[in-house]
């Protein structure tokens, strides 16, 4: 069995697969005392792989293969039967993907943990098995130890992303927090005091017919009203409306 399950690496390239925890330690010894062997399922389409991973892993006293599968929907057939501690999964595989078996396996063993362990460095595939309930995403050119170690981490309650990935992801996070910054620094779109008065009445609860009377308006005037600030504010329904404008202090109800 070769050194790792992908290209071969430069030798003095760190790129060890870690998670926010790894300072902690995440051997056999370390973290929480175990007594019972941790269960693994292997889930892979290439029976081959998931052979190699069954031998690596049968050397190591503190961790148990107790089956393996093909594809999506046998794994979530295994995980039901065997209820493992960790599925150690890929991401395209035949019939059905390890994405889309992430949220069902949680459903039919909620204590299982999973693992991705794939080829695939593309960063839709990471953000959807994070969605899905994945606990870890591993690319495959990792060395052999440390598939135990990430196993054994996650079993320790710690996440597992690849370096590259994880990259991937903090890249992603700072993105979405200048999005979010950007829209803050947006003005609040400007209602006209008409609107602003039509906004007031939908937030007492009054209908269409009750504001225009209110107003001595018509009610096709206090339907255009309404939508007018539905689209000023890219809102959807009253109550939206009604919620942002106190949020922004555009609206003050007493």
């Known amino acids: 069995m070769a050194d790792s399950f992908g290209p071969a690496r430069d030798e003095d390239a760190d790129d060890r697969a870690t998670g926010a925890g790894e300072a902690s330690g995440t051997g056999p010894e370390a973290g929480t005392s175990r007594k019972e062997p941790i269960r693994v399922l292997v889930v892979d389409d290439h029976a081959l792989f998931r052979r190699g991973l069954e031998i690596v892993l049968a050397a190591e006293e503190d961790i148990q293969v107790v089956g393996e599968a093909g594809d999506g929907a046998e794994a979530v057939d295994k995980a039901a039967d065997l209820l493992p501690d960790i599925v150690l999964m890929d991401v395209r595989m035949p019939r059905r993907g390890g994405i889309e078996a992430c949220t069902s396996i949680k459903e039919v063993a909620p204590s299982a943990k999973i693992i991705m362990l794939t080829i695939s460095d593309e960063e839709a595939d990471l953000y959807e098995a994070i969605k899905a309930g994945a606990t870890g995403y591993l690319l495959k ?65 009054m209908n269409n017919r009750d504001i225009a009377k209110e107003l001595f308006i018509s009610e096709n005037t206090v339907k255009n009203h309404v939508r007018n600030i539905l689209e000023k504010l890219q809102l959807h329904s009253r109550m939206e409306a009604v919620v942002y404008a106190m949020r922004e202090k555009i609206l003050e109800i007493r």
């Open 141 to 205: 050119e990792i060395s052999t130890d440390e598939v135990a170690t990430a196993i054994r981490a996650v079993a320790d309650g710690q996440s597992q992303i690849s370096p590259s990935m994880a990259s991937k992801l903090l890249t992603e996070f700072k993105s979405m927090i200048q999005r979010t910054d950007e829209r803050r620094l947006v003005p609040a779109p400007r209602l006209t005091d008409r609107e602003l008065e039509v906004l007031k009445l939908v937030a007492t609860g």
